[in-house]
């Protein structure tokens, strides 16, 4: 396969990732962060030291990314989760901006002007097995009964409070699992690149995410595979108009939130059942229009 | 001590154009209770305004000035006509408007980059760069003019809000738009004057900023300080803002001086987050109830 489409797959499987955990927290826990970089960048910075300094295999690497991610996400939880919807999301910005300027401000990981020579340990295969194994634990997540009380909070805080749904445990719950699918994107992410910076991991890259997630649907598993698909190989075709395609990527936004805000797949899955499901309110919208017009 | 209190100068003076901008996103936040991330491109376009009036119109300073002022007011306008105003005809959640917002921001910083390019621009020189000493302390002409433009500006908008007609209702819709509404207050007109007033302090604060530092697409980001000032003295409240801004400002300067420049962003978002754990409504923001 040509390696630029290797390239590329490998991306849309590291956003992918990174994608997924939002995904549970703000498709299905209804909280907005824009401060997931900042747990990329965690998990990231913790593989190549793992990697790299110590010089123990990916896998390690992998692990310890996650675990770094989903304690300082436990961390941030406590602290800020109790904070209500708008609050939280400007505490996650802060905390985004703050562990990049950390780490710009870091001589010893190699401050701002990064980090070079990490292993480049990731292939299209082990990328795409971690994705695979991602889809099918949150999608086993969302229909348990943490993810019913997790969409339960999303749908009317105070109801699920007083139905006796802990909410704080279960946003905790929530952030902390994605997190951990951010720090392991990042860990993917910095050896793809073999070279990581905290300016790869800025606000700008946060909202990426979020977007992505919006695009494919607030509340769907599908619809985010399928957001972080089609908007990593778009800007990549759009390559030949590189300077128009970020702007043509804004304007995106706009429109979607003020024409199609449910995304592409809003709270529909790309699966059998839900296809059925999908086409029976289309054949009794059908229906109900036909027998209107009859009369 | 001179240092002291020359640091404190430079403080006061950057912290005077942090309240310029964050003014304006305290002012949308009272109305329409949502982080207006946006106003941070539309900051930087203030910049770009005031710096090609200068340069390729050639006008005299004060002339760039109220031209930068009056497009970005006409800007945020439209910004808000063409990104919000359908979220709020529907009433979208807020989460909506603030991804409306960033969206705006990514196409407004990018266009620029698109059409104008990346490169960092100086504005002319206007001001001596000699300073005016008094007593030991030397400041700067533009830090002095800095100040006091923004001063004027920010009582003149104290003035508007307390003492006008359209500044009444601006008050009564930040108590309660719906209530406004059927008092008779035209809404929709509230909203457009708020961004307007935005809009025409962002283009002086732009065109500040560029001068003192230098003029760039991405100035929009420093810009995002005068957020977390704005978020410091409590999202909403007007003197909140003033007072965060300038409390940051000073902060920032000290730290600067007396540890090192380098943490000087740190400390910005190491106050918000500090802000948003002890104290979610900052300084001055009045306590608000989540209603679930």
Redesign the interface.
């Known amino acids: 396969m040509d390696t630029y489409i290797q390239g590329i797959i490998m991306l849309a499987g590291i956003n992918l990732m990174a994608v997924l955990g939002l995904s549970l927290l703000t498709g299905f826990t209804g909280l907005?962060s824009f401060g997931h970089a900042g747990f990329m960048a965690i998990g990231a910075y913790s593989a190549a030291i793992v990697t790299s300094l110590l010089k123990l295999p990916f896998v390690f690497g992998i692990a310890a990314s996650g675990v770094m991610a989903g304690v300082v996400a436990l961390l941030i939880g406590k602290?800020?989760l109790k904070?209500?919807?708008?609050?939280f999301?400007?505490?996650t910005?802060?905390?985004g901006?703050?562990i990049r300027?950390?780490l710009?401000?870091f001589q010893g990981l190699g401050g701002s002007r990064g980090w070079p020579g990490i292993p480049a340990y990731t292939s299209i295969w082990n990328i795409v097995i971690v994705d695979i194994l991602g889809v099918i634990f949150l999608a086993n997540l969302v229909r348990s009964r943490h993810g019913r009380n997790m969409i339960a909070v999303r749908e009317?805080?105070?109801a699920a409070?007083v139905a006796g749904i802990d909410v704080v445990k279960y946003k905790t719950l929530a952030l902390v699992i994605s997190a951990v699918y951010a720090g392991v994107a990042g860990a993917f992410l910095g050896h793809y690149m073999t070279f990581i910076q905290p300016k790869m991991f800025?606000?700008?890259k946060s909202?990426e995410l979020?977007?992505i997630v919006?695009f494919g649907g607030l509340g769907s598993i599908s619809g985010s595979v399928l957001g972080a698909i089609v908007l990593t190989f778009l800007p990549e075709m759009l390559r030949a108009v590189d300077?128009?395609r970020?702007?043509a990527?804004?304007?995106?936004?706009?429109l979607i939130?003020?024409?199609r805000?449910r995304g592409l797949m809003g709270g529909v899955e790309l699966t059998p059942s839900g296809i059925r499901k999908v086409l029976a309110e289309h054949r009794a919208k059908r229906k109900a229009n036909a027998e209107r017009s009859a009369q | 001590m001179t240092q002291f209190f020359q640091q404190l100068i430079n403080g006061l003076s950057i912290g005077s154009v942090y309240a310029m901008m964050a003014v304006g996103y305290s002012l949308v936040y009272s109305i329409m209770?949502?982080?207006n991330f946006a106003h941070g491109g539309v900051i930087m376009l203030g910049a770009y305004f005031g710096f090609f009036s200068m340069t390729l119109i050639k006008l005299p300073f004060a002339a760039a000035f109220g031209l930068a002022a009056v497009g970005t007011a006409a800007l945020a306008v439209l910004i808000e006509r063409?990104?919000y105003k359908?979220?709020r005809d529907r009433k979208?959640p807020?989460?909506?408007f603030?991804?409306?917002a960033?969206?705006?921001?990514?196409?407004?910083?990018?266009?620029v980059?698109?059409t104008i390019g990346p490169t960092f621009r100086t504005y002319p020189q206007v001001f001596s760069r000699t300073p005016i000493s008094i007593g030991g302390l030397s400041i700067g002409r533009l830090d002095l003019i800095m100040f006091g433009v923004s001063a004027l500006c920010l009582v003149a908008l104290v003035l508007f809000i307390e003492r006008t007609k359209t500044g009444k209702a601006i008050r009564a819709a930040s108590y309660n738009m719906k209530a406004a509404a059927l008092m008779g207050v035209d809404t929709d007109r509230v909203v457009m004057t708020v961004f307007a007033i935005g809009g025409l302090l962002a283009g002086v604060a732009g065109v500040f900023f560029g001068m003192k530092y230098t003029v760039y697409p991405q100035i929009g980001?420093i810009t995002?300080k005068s957020f977390?000032a704005a978020?410091f003295g409590g999202l909403g409240s007007l003197p909140g803002a003033v007072l965060g801004s300038v409390i940051l400002g000073t902060l920032e300067t000290f730290v600067a001086g007396y540890l090192s420049s380098?943490?000087r962003?740190?400390i910005a978002?190491?106050i918000?987050?500090g802000v948003?754990?002890f104290r979610?409504t900052g300084i001055m923001g009045k306590p608000?109830e989540?209603?679930?």
């Open positions: 907005f602290l800020t904070l209500k919807g708008d609050y999301c400007i505490a910005l802060g905390f901006e703050a300027l950390i710009d401000n009317e805080e105070l409070q800025a606000l700008i909202t979020t977007i919006i300077k128009w970020l702007v990527y804004g304007a995106a936004v706009i939130m003020i024409t805000p | 209770n949502f982080s063409i990104a359908p979220l979208a807020f989460l909506y603030i991804i409306s960033m969206g705006a921001s990514i196409f407004l910083e990018n266009i980059i698109a980001n995002l977390v978020v380098q943490f962003d740190l978002f190491v918000l987050i948003l754990v979610p608000s989540d209603k679930a």
